[in-house]
């Protein structure tokens, strides 16, 4: 068997490897640049579950509000709520698989550029 046979064809196999890990992985992470005009919100809702750790990033250039939310029946719960802020970050490690959305809202008259980022990851 030639060698340098099989060394190239390991790094091709190890190559193709970490691209499909690396693809796999960009579908798990969204980013969003939006202006929120003056009294309105964006939303981005994902179904995640207990071995699942939503990581987000946030920066406005202005304050808006950011919360965690989801609905069970006619009632919203917020697992997490911060109000005018113009940067944020952190994780959210559900104790309960369901649908959850973050939501951010300007609440001032102006609108306000914002960018986000989130990851999907296993724990």
Not at 38 to 47: Q, R
Request: hydrophobic share 45%; with cysteine; net charge positive.
């Amino acid at each position: 068997m030639n060698v340098k046979a099989t060394f190239f064809g390991s790094i091709f196999a190890v190559a193709g490897a970490l691209i499909s890990v690396s693809l796999h992985a960009q579908e798990n992470v969204r980013v969003v640049t939006k202006t929120l005009i003056s009294s309105s919100a964006h939303k981005e809702c994902f179904s995640v579950n207990e071995r699942q750790v939503i990581r987000y990033w946030y920066r406005a250039d202005a304050l808006i509000d950011f919360n965690i939310q989801y609905v069970e029946g006619n009632k919203t719960n917020f697992e997490l709520k911060r109000d005018r802020q113009a940067l944020g970050s952190g994780s959210f490690a559900p104790k309960v698989a369901r649908d959850y959305c973050m939501v951010w809202t300007n609440a001032f008259n102006k609108p306000v550029l914002f960018r986000i980022e989130l990851a999907r990851l296993a724990r």
